[in-house]
């Protein structure tokens, strides 16, 4: 048991119940009122957007900083290895694959030529 | 679990929902699968990563909360982002709200937080218009939780095989980008328009540039000005607004 809690603390398992309530108010955002109501123009709008502008704020920095500051190098496996993703999801349309195919070429780089 | 109210899981309409699910779960399993992994190899703990597969159960807030989570971003940071990233299921809830508004709260907010991407689809599929009987009402929930119990099932178990599998692979493998690719693929997903395109190329760049700011508020900064970007380049020219419905 101690070795299965080893390097939790508190603070992380209450963001972890927060983004299960994260998960409610958003799978039944509409559900919570009896009534029917709608959102603000802009706000509807803005559902268009938020959703891929918070992935990309999150993935971007992941593939292309390292310790705080932009790569200088192209020699990283995570630059081939997200290309591939792309352009295999463009072809194939599937999230599975592109995890799949990215890792087939980011193991091998990063393992075998330790970009 | 509603899963199991004797109501819903003897209706016939109950099994067609497994049924019509089952194609799905090898790669709903297999997403789950690489989930688990890539949560402990991104530097959460056993348990942390257990608590949240049961509890938080939406794969792509879990795996963007985590780097944050690591960073030490403060926890309005990190919901915030989640719920950016759920906004998808705010409109999904409002196409399936005349479809399951008759019942109760907590059992309509139950199927809601049960319902994610595949289950919305196949049961939007299947029912295009709400039930007007109670017998049509009952066949509606009872496919909706057939198809979210075998979503459900195959999601956790293969998520927790991952979770139990991920200690027995190098930390050096750098399997956690596993993790960071399964975004990637969802941002490819959800790129179904131009103005999509630029909120994605404004947000990942701003996030770059304001990344030395403190508390990870560059994600903030990022979405913010993604958003107010495209909302302002649609005033401007509201033809630049093609494929309106999420």
């Given at each position: 048991m101690s070795d299965l809690l080893?390097?939790?603390?508190?603070?992380?398992?209450?963001?972890?119940?927060?983004?299960?309530?994260?998960?409610?108010?958003?799978?039944?955002?509409?559900?919570?009122?009896?009534?029917?109501?709608?959102?603000?123009?802009?706000?509807?709008?803005?559902?268009?957007?938020?959703?891929?502008?918070?992935?990309s704020a999150v993935v971007i920095p992941e593939i292309v900083m390292s310790q705080g500051a932009l790569i200088s190098t192209w020699q990283d496996a995570r630059l081939f290895a997200s290309a591939a993703g792309v352009a295999i999801y463009f072809f194939k349309r599937n999230v599975l694959l592109t995890i799949l195919g990215g890792m087939a070429v980011y193991l091998p780089l990063h393992l075998g030529l330790g970009f | 679990m509603m899963f199991l109210s004797p109501k819903l899981f003897r209706h016939p309409e109950f099994k067609i929902g497994l049924r019509e699910l089952a194609p799905q779960a090898p790669g709903i399993a297999a997403w789950g699968l690489m989930t688990g992994?890539?949560?402990?190899?991104?530097?959460?703990?056993?348990?942390?990563?257990?608590a949240m597969t049961l509890l938080v159960f939406a794969g792509s807030s879990q795996l963007a909360s985590i780097p944050l989570i690591v960073a030490g971003a403060p926890a309005w940071v990190i919901l915030a982002t989640g719920f950016c990233v759920n906004l998808r299921f705010v409109v999904f809830s409002l196409h399936l709200r005349p479809h399951l508004i008759h019942l109760p709260r907590w059992e309509r907010l139950l199927h809601g937080y049960?319902?994610?991407?595949?289950?919305?689809?196949?049961?939007?599929?299947?029912?295009?218009?709400?039930?007007?009987?109670?017998?049509?009402?009952?066949?509606?929930?009872?496919?909706?939780?057939?198809?979210?119990?075998?979503?459900?099932?195959?999601?956790?178990?293969?998520?927790?095989?991952?979770?139990?599998?991920?200690?027995?692979?190098?930390?050096?493998?750098?399997?956690?980008f596993a993790g960071i690719l399964c975004l990637l693929g969802i941002q490819c997903s959800l790129a179904s328009s131009r103005m999509r395109m630029v909120a994605s190329a404004v947000a990942g760049a701003a996030a770059v540039a304001t990344y030395a700011l403190p508390l990870k508020l560059n994600i903030v900064v990022a979405i913010a000005v993604a958003v107010i970007l495209c909302l302002t380049m649609e005033r401007f020219n509201p033809?630049?607004?093609?494929?309106g419905h999420a």
């Open positions: 080893q390097g939790t603390d508190v603070w992380t398992l209450l963001v972890i119940v927060g983004l299960a309530v994260v998960t409610v108010v958003a799978r039944g955002f509409f559900f919570i009122s009896d009534s029917a109501w709608q959102l603000p123009h802009w706000a509807q709008r803005g559902l268009q957007y938020a959703p891929i502008a918070a992935l | 992994v890539a949560m402990v190899k991104s530097g959460m703990s056993v348990f942390e990563s257990i049960v319902t994610a991407d595949i289950s919305y689809v196949l049961f939007t599929r299947r029912f295009p218009q709400p039930g007007h009987t109670p017998e049509q009402r009952r066949t509606q929930e009872a496919y909706l939780a057939g198809n979210d119990c075998l979503n459900w099932s195959s999601w956790m178990v293969a998520s927790l095989v991952g979770i139990a599998l991920a200690n027995f692979i190098p930390p050096d493998w750098g399997l956690g033809n630049a607004s093609t494929g």
